[in-house]
């Protein structure tokens, strides 16, 4: 360490799916590789930078192998640091675990005929894990990152880097997907080199990932976690499907199939990782959802409901559910309708009135008092237009369908007196933007931002 150096080389500009990152190019006076820094962000002089070394893998990072995991790592590693605004991906030239593409494949072999990874890399000679990690720690110190929350599940990273004199403030950890190929693979790394995973021991039989939208959603979670907990409120998630005319009904805004099943599939994995699902009183009258995860196994969020006068019934499917409380807010006092709704089960929660209906910044701090960090909301179309306007979606997901409604388009209708007009939205901006299919459909997330805000 004393006597190893990294310099840099260049540094170029390179758009991704995720944003815009700068790639930086080191030599080294330790080996013969140049090592790559994927720098998102102004990271000099920061402080728990979001930091993920990652060792190079042709196979996985290149060709998408379903052997290994560390495609899927790569991806949602740039994703997560995106969504941060700010870190570092550390590409290190250790092919292998640091053995070389040659013997990897040979090790591959080995696999096949029944050895495990570790016992594949004994018997050509090698360590389990020859990887070294001095460049990695003098190139955080070169960027200058004063501490870091390394995204990992190897605590040989962590113990490596401190021994090097680097801060690891936090573990981040990343979860993978087992499926057929790699089940054995990522059992091995629990049981024999000390990686932090939780394995679930039955992977898919069939020949990709468990769920193929899980990484975009644990990064998400995640986020949506860290956020509640430094803004005092619950973080918000604007769910909707539409048109390519911008309709989410049709013209006579009965409920209307728009997404697919592999959207709707989506929206429930959605659900899953939120801790309360939000609607307003119109959708509840009109279209009695059940806001439960029905085609996903995962945890039902806690309904929520925007009800300014206490119209909701008190046999409304969202009361079905034994295992949650609904939670009503409304700007009434009205003890009747309270007593009643509180009798089959709600929470009735009384806040101040805002723009169109109960103020959502004193809906999102309650919520974060109540325990719930994350809410997805799901419509109707006055509060999808309320929360735009109002300022208040930190995560957008849109699904678009190939079909036309000449409907209802939620940004046109429910204006009053005290709303913020449609004209605001010339501020409105979006970062990190992907999109990805969904069956016949496109899903777009977004981070919605007001410059002016």
């Given amino acids: 360490m004393d006597t190893t150096s990294v310099t840099r080389l260049t540094t170029a500009r390179i758009p991704t799916v995720d944003g815009t990152f700068s790639l930086m190019l080191y030599e080294n006076d330790l080996d013969n590789e140049d090592h790559l820094a994927v720098v998102y962000g102004d990271v000099e002089d920061a402080e728990e930078v979001l930091v993920r070394i990652h060792s190079e893998c042709f196979t996985g990072d290149v060709l998408g192998s379903l052997r290994c995991d560390c495609g899927e790592q790569l991806n949602t590693s740039m994703r997560m640091i995106a969504e941060a605004g700010q870190g570092v991906v550390l590409y290190l030239r250790q092919e292998g675990r640091g053995i070389g ?6 090790a591959y072999n080995l696999q096949d005929e029944g050895y495990d990874t570790v016992e594949a ?5 090698h360590e389990p894990d020859e990887r070294d990690y001095t460049v990695g720690a003098l190139m955080i110190q070169d960027l200058g990152i004063r501490s870091v929350r390394l995204i990992t599940n190897n605590p040989a990273k962590i113990e490596s880097l401190r021994e090097y004199g680097v801060t690891v ?8 997907h087992l499926n057929r190929h790699n089940s054995s693979y990522l059992e091995t790394k629990v049981e024999r080199m000390r990686h932090m995973l939780r394995i679930d021991t039955t992977p898919t039989g069939g020949d990709g990932y468990a769920n193929p939208h899980s990484a975009d959603l644990q990064s998400l979670a995640q986020r949506a976690q860290h956020y509640a907990d430094v803004e005092s409120q619950a973080f918000i998630t604007l769910s ?3 048109s390519l005319d911008g309709s989410i009904a049709d013209a006579s805004c009965s409920p209307t199939r728009i997404s697919d099943a592999s959207s709707m599939k989506l929206t429930h994995e959605l659900r ?13 009258i009109s279209d009695d959802p059940r806001l439960t995860v029905r085609h996903v196994d995962g945890t039902n969020p806690r309904p929520i409901v925007l009800d300014t006068t206490l ?3 008190p046999d409304a499917s969202i009361f079905s559910s034994k295992n949650t409380s609904p939670l009503i807010y409304t700007s009434s006092s009205n003890e009747k309708r309270i007593a009643a709704l509180e009798a089959v089960g709600a929470t009735v929660r009384q806040v101040p009135e805002g723009p169109g209906g109960v103020s959502i910044p004193a809906v999102r701090r309650d919520a974060y ?3 719930i960090k994350s809410v997805m909301v799901e419509g109707g179309a006055c509060v999808i237009r309320h929360m735009i306007m109002q300022k208040q979606v930190q995560k957008l997901v849109v699904t678009l369908a190939p079909m036309y409604l000449a409907g209802l388009n939620p940004l046109e209708g429910c204006a009053t007196a005290n709303a913020p007009s449609v004209q605001s939205l010339h501020a409105m901006q979006f970062a990190n933007v992907m999109y990805q299919w969904a069956g016949e459909d496109i899903v777009l997330f977004a981070d919605p931002t007001w410059p002016d805000a």
């Fill in 272 to 284: 899953a990782i939120h801790d309360g699902i939000l609607v307003g009183i119109g959708t509840v």
């Fill in 369 to 371: 008092a109540q325990g």
């Fill in 101 to 106: 593409l040659h013997d990897k494949l040979k």
């Fill in 311 to 313: 119209r909701c019934p």
């Fill in 240 to 242: 909707y499907a539409q």
């Fill in 169 to 176: 403030s936090e573990r981040v950890p990343i979860e993978p």
């Fill in 121 to 125: 890399n004994l018997m050509l000679g």
